[in-house]
């Protein structure tokens, strides 16, 4: 099998940082040990209110990693002119509501269809590689694929979500629903990532769907990191996800 990429989202370092209004602990810091500990690129969601990122993070980002790195952000102008400033390896698209503490879903693809697909030209232009984040759903990856996008990003929240409630059931039923749609997205020739929630205990079985190229995994191993170090939080991920996916 390919290799399956790990991409580390260092939001929250950002948001200890800003519960004080201090210069520590510094994000781009957890960048360059998360590269150091195995991370294949690093993810930063640039919100509105800026509650975690700032604009200065995403710039000394792009200026100090070796790795790629996935600019998330909400499908507004603003964002875009600062993704075509910055030119990112990456662009995730991701719904955003100010009132959410996380992101809660997936982007509403099919009923903003035409919008979307005016909105990631210039960033595909520009050389940005533009992912979807979306539920898990065939109408939602279909109209992913007919706007132009290169990947879509399928939300494990709800697997993980009923993992943790003890609903064994309910997971089941989305993790098959997971693998499906991996497999359908896969068909029409999108690159399919994963992410949201995932811990230690629920990575192996999405690591092992074969059509997945890429987690994305943050909050889960920022708090990991306040008990054994970053870059042991960070291997043992890589390790887990190298378990249930051996290379061919």
């Known amino acids: 099998?390919?290799?399956?990429?790990?991409?580390?989202?260092?939001?929250?370092?950002?948001?200890?940082?800003?519960?004080?209004?201090?210069?520590?602990?510094?994000?781009?810091?957890?960048?360059?040990?998360?590269?150091?500990?195995?991370?294949?690129?690093?993810?930063?969601?640039?919100?509105?209110?800026?509650r975690h990122i700032t604009d200065t993070d995403i710039e000394r980002l792009m200026e100090a990693l070796s790795v790629p790195l996935n600019f998330e952000m909400a499908a507004t102008e603003e964002m875009q002119r600062i993704a075509l400033r910055h030119r990112p390896h990456a662009v995730c698209i991701v719904p955003e509501k100010r009132e959410e503490r996380t992101t809660e879903g997936g982007l509403e693809v099919a009923r903003e269809e035409n919008r979307l697909a005016h909105f990631i030209a210039p960033l595909a232009e520009a050389g940005c590689r533009v992912s979807i984040f979306i539920a898990a759903d065939a109408a939602q990856i279909e109209a992913a694929h007919r706007i132009g996008a290169a990947v879509v990003e399928l939300h494990t929240g709800a697997y993980c979500d009923f993992h943790a409630e003890?609903?064994?059931?309910?997971?089941?039923?989305?993790?098959?629903?997971?693998?499906?749609?991996?497999?359908?997205?896969?068909?029409?020739?999108?690159?399919?990532?994963?992410?949201?929630?995932?811990?230690?205990?629920?990575?192996?079985?999405?690591?092992?769907?074969?059509?997945?190229?890429?987690?994305?995994?943050?909050?889960?191993?920022?708090?990991?990191?306040?008990?054994?170090?970053?870059?042991?939080?960070?291997?043992?991920?890589?390790?887990?996800?190298?378990?249930?996916?051996?290379?061919?």
């Not at 998360?34 to 690093?42: K, S």
């Open 1 to 50: 099998m390919d290799h399956l990429r790990l991409g580390v989202n260092i939001d929250h370092v950002a948001t200890v940082r800003n519960a004080r209004g201090s210069a520590y602990p510094d994000p781009v810091r957890a960048a360059k040990l998360a590269e150091e500990a195995g991370a294949d690129g690093i993810t930063a969601h640039l919100r509105e209110d800026r």
């Open 166 to 248: 003890g609903k064994v059931a309910e997971r089941d039923a989305e993790l098959a629903r997971l693998r499906e749609m991996s497999a359908f997205a896969h068909s029409l020739g999108l690159e399919v990532h994963a992410g949201h929630g995932l811990t230690y205990d629920t990575v192996g079985p999405v690591a092992a769907f074969p059509e997945v190229r890429e987690l994305n995994i943050g909050h889960f191993l920022i708090g990991e990191a306040i008990f054994t170090g970053l870059q042991p939080a960070i291997a043992e991920m890589r390790r887990l996800m190298d378990a249930a996916r051996p290379e061919a």
